[in-house]
């Protein structure tokens, strides 16, 4: 089975997250979405580069969630989730593939 990198499944729960949320109109929809692609790169991280590196891109996909909402008054919502998506797999990128052991 082919591996999809963390970074992308950072990105994808972040974007999907917001999408499921929007198109069902069923907020807690999107956040189980969010939080499920959350766990699923928080392993993954863990298990590429360690438990501080993980602990630090958690702490930034969930502030890059919190981030998005007042960056979407400014740009739009979803200009503003494609930013934060985008911040969030380019540091997962740094992160995972320098700390690869």
């Given at each position: 089975?082919?591996?999809?990198?963390?970074?992308?499944?950072?990105?994808g729960?972040?974007?999907?997250?917001?999408?499921?949320?929007?198109?069902?109109?069923?907020?807690?929809?999107?956040?189980?979405?969010?939080?499920?692609?959350?766990s699923?790169?928080?392993?993954?991280?863990?298990?590429?580069?360690?438990?501080?590196?993980a602990?630090?891109?958690?702490?930034?996909?969930?502030?890059?969630?919190?981030?998005?909402?007042?960056l979407?008054?400014?740009?739009?919502?979803?200009?503003?989730?494609?930013?934060v998506?985008?911040?969030?797999?380019?540091?997962?990128?740094?992160?995972?593939r320098?700390g690869?052991?």
């Amino acid at each position: 089975m082919a591996k999809v990198p963390a970074a992308a499944v950072a990105a994808g729960g972040l974007v999907g997250g917001y999408g499921i949320a929007r198109w069902t109109g069923k907020r807690p929809l999107g956040g189980a979405a969010l939080a499920a692609a959350g766990s699923v790169a928080a392993y993954e991280w863990n298990r590429q580069a360690g438990a501080r590196a993980a602990t630090g891109l958690t702490v930034a996909y969930l502030a890059a969630f919190a981030g998005s909402h007042p960056l979407a008054k400014k740009v739009g919502a979803w200009p503003a989730v494609f930013t934060v998506a985008g911040g969030v797999a380019a540091a997962s990128w740094a992160v995972t593939r320098r700390g690869a052991r």
